[in-house]
């Protein structure tokens, strides 16, 4: 179900008060910069319907007791559309919130640049672009929630710019319009439900929970740790002793009575919230990222769920760590994977960049990050996530520069020799620690 409420209407349904910010000066002469016939009838017309000036209400408000910036789109006032008058509230507004570091909330509601002032309305897409870029620099989250319809180059700024995505359920999502689509297009494809699964959004919101999801994401985003997480068991109680063999070490990290990234994750954070998908068309279910509270400080997780990663979820990795980065929020990761996707799909999903770029993610953040070992540690897969100098390891995991029976296999030993093969490896939790892979103290 759809929301069509009016941008005052639906600021009162997510604030706790709300101030207008000041409206810049500036005003066109008759029929605007392109004297389209008819244009300043329509404004009057879509004055006189929604009482707004413009397509979008900006001010300051308090969400569950964060104070944010909110652009709020009327779509009622020409369907929402960027005109150049559009683009001076977001601007101002943008420039508000750097001035008194606050975070940014779009609520998008539009269908793209308005026709009647041609390549001029356009245009705002690049200056809007440029205000978002800029409150990225300066470490403010934007956390966008996408309303009923976000089409154009509204969603390909405000909405998909964003930080954090939030869709209404049933909205119509994406950068073509219902008008403007091929004939046999798929409507499906063009949803909050469809972006949500393609990775280019994080989650769905009923619009009667959306306040309380609102709060919770603003309150974390904008209350970082001072300092890194205790890397020290964030989880369940550590399994007891050490395995005797490399044989054992891998067993004990593969049996299904493990305890897996959820577990460790709920007994680590007070609450947490979710970020899903690489903004690249992709999804995986086998990497769970987000925001959690500890110890009343905000740290942000990357965690493999023991599954073969997927190039999504490198992606999705590294999109966490770069934000936690550039909002100054110590990361977590949990590593457990018995390698990165091998087949053929994940090969044409640009595996090899995505793990990449993770491992360059990792390399080059500033903000604390630290690694805990809880399964498998299958290869470079593993590796990726695993924090250099700040790693531990819990009793049943292993670590290995390739899966005992692979390096059988490719040492061309028989299958009876795995075993011993895995003890070769040195592949323990102890074995890592006298290698100084991984730290004990």
């Not at 969603?155 to 930080?163: C, I, N, R, S």
Request: charged letters at 20%; proline letters at 8%.
């Amino acid at each position: 179900m759809t929301d069509r409420s009016s941008a005052r209407a639906f600021l009162t349904q997510v604030t706790d008060d709300f101030t207008e910010l000041p409206t810049p000066e500036g005003e066109w002469g008759p029929d605007g910069p392109l004297a389209w016939a008819g244009y300043d009838a329509a404004r009057a017309r879509a004055r006189e319907r929604t009482g707004e000036a413009e397509s979008v209400v900006c001010g300051t408000g308090h969400v569950q007791g964060v104070r944010a910036v909110l652009l709020a789109f009327e779509f009622g006032y020409l369907g929402g559309s960027l005109g150049v008058l559009t683009g001076d509230r977001l601007e101002a507004a943008y420039g508000y919130a750097r001035a008194h570091r606050l975070p940014v909330v779009p609520l998008v509601a539009t269908g793209g640049s308005r026709m009647q002032e041609g390549m001029l309305a356009l245009t705002q897409l690049q200056r809007v672009a440029r205000q978002s870029a800029l409150t990225r620099a300066a470490g403010l989250p934007q956390i966008a929630v996408l309303r009923d319809p976000t089409t154009g180059g509204g969603w390909a700024t405000l909405g998909a710019g964003a930080d954090v995505v939030l869709a209404l359920p049933g909205a119509q999502v994406g950068f073509a319009g219902s008008r403007v689509r091929p004939p046999d297009a798929d409507p499906a494809a063009y949803t909050a439900e469809a972006q949500v699964a393609a990775g280019a959004a994080d989650a769905l919101v009923r619009p009667e929970d959306l306040r309380r999801t609102l709060g919770r994401w603003l309150r974390l985003l904008t209350s970082p740790a001072a300092e890194a997480p205790l890397p020290r068991h964030p989880g369940p109680p550590p399994a007891p002793g050490l395995p005797r063999t490399g044989w054992e070490a891998v067993q004990r990290a593969r049996s299904p009575r493990r305890p897996r990234a959820d577990r460790y994750l709920d007994a680590c954070f007070t609450h947490r919230v979710a970020i899903s998908g690489d903004r690249c068309g992709g999804t995986d279910p086998g990497m769970l990222c987000g925001f959690g509270e500890h110890a009343g400080r905000t740290v942000a997780y990357a965690a493999q769920t023991g599954t073969a990663t997927r190039p999504a979820g490198y992606r999705t990795a590294a999109r966490l760590i770069r934000l936690a980065d550039r909002l100054g929020i110590p990361v977590l990761t949990l590593v457990d994977t018995p390698g990165a996707a091998n087949d053929a799909e994940a090969e044409r999903q640009g595996a090899g960049a995505a793990i990449a770029d993770l491992f360059d993610a990792v390399a080059t953040v500033r903000t604390p990050i630290t690694t805990l070992l809880i399964g498998e540690g299958g290869s470079g897969g593993a590796l990726a996530l695993a924090a250099p100098g700040a790693t531990w390891a819990a009793p049943d995991s292993y670590f290995s520069v390739i899966a005992p029976e692979s390096a059988a296999a490719i040492l061309k030993r028989p299958p009876e020799e795995t075993a011993a093969t895995a003890d070769h490896l040195r592949l323990r939790p102890q074995d890592l620690a006298e290698l100084g892979v991984i730290r004990t103290d």
